[in-house]
């Protein structure tokens, strides 16, 4: 059974940090591997999306990279700011059956 | 171009009763996933609907059902619903062309049982 893992589960930084978010999973026979961004109350939003024969993605301030080996990805956010400020899940697809395993996420509180 | 919405935005329901929520996916997108999240926790995969069949299910009881229209729209019913069935319920759509493209997350269905 795969079990996604997010550490540390929240992280207050200063405005202007960069900083790194992680993810392990345990079954590295993953077809992509998804980071997304929720407010509270909120849906998700896509951030960024990693297919398995990727090693990384990038998107403005973000970049994540995915290493299938370790069962780990990480997500790098530059010069953050406080409207960075959420909850950021991760979701391992596994064979492309539309069934996604996320993480429980990780709270982000970037302070002005 | 329209993405993923669910209706309604906000339910509150009593303990045994039925409730049934609504999800119209993204335009282009075939597949349409449903998710429970309790607060403070990531989403559990309830089930997947592709040509309006089930294809894939997470460990959720009989209770969860659901239905997928011709026009892709989704439907997730809950019977006999219970104090633990409040969370929100998000809704997901894709593509599928033998690859899986991501997922397009609606802002999801907070339903309360009291």
């Known amino acids: 059974k795969q079990e996604v893992t997010q550490i540390p589960a929240a992280l207050s930084v200063p405005e202007g940090e960069n900083l790194v978010l992680n993810c392990s999973f345990t079954?590295?026979?993953?077809?992509?591997l998804q980071w997304f961004r929720q407010d509270p109350g909120k849906g998700l939003t896509s951030l960024l999306l990693?297919?398995?024969?990727?090693r990384e993605q990038t998107s403005g301030r973000l970049n994540a990279s995915l290493d299938k080996s370790s069962g780990r990805s990480t997500l790098y956010i530059a010069a953050s700011q406080p409207g960075d400020s959420a909850t950021y899940l991760c979701a391992v697809d596994e064979g492309g059956a539309g069934k996604s395993t996320f993480g429980d996420g990780t709270t982000l509180t970037v302070k002005p | 171009d329209a993405g993923v919405t669910q209706s309604p935005t906000h339910l509150i329901k009593t303990r045994g009763q039925q409730v049934t929520l609504r999800c119209s996916p993204k335009?282009?997108?075939?597949?349409v996933s449903w998710y429970q999240q309790a607060l403070g926790q990531g989403p559990q995969f309830i089930f997947q609907y592709y040509e309006e069949e089930e294809r894939q299910r997470g460990n959720f009881p009989d209770r969860f059902s659901g239905h997928q229209f011709p026009n892709y729209s989704s439907e997730l019913n809950v019977n006999a619903l219970l104090l633990g069935d409040s969370a929100l319920y998000l809704c997901?759509?894709?593509?599928?062309?033998?690859?899986?493209?991501?997922?397009?997350f609606g802002s999801g269905t907070r339903l309360t049982v009291v």
């Open positions: 990693i297919q398995s024969s990727q």
């Open positions: 079954d590295s026979a993953i077809y992509n």
């Open positions: 997901a759509s894709s593509n599928w062309d033998g690859r899986p493209h991501g997922y397009t």
């Open positions: 335009s282009g997108h075939d597949t």
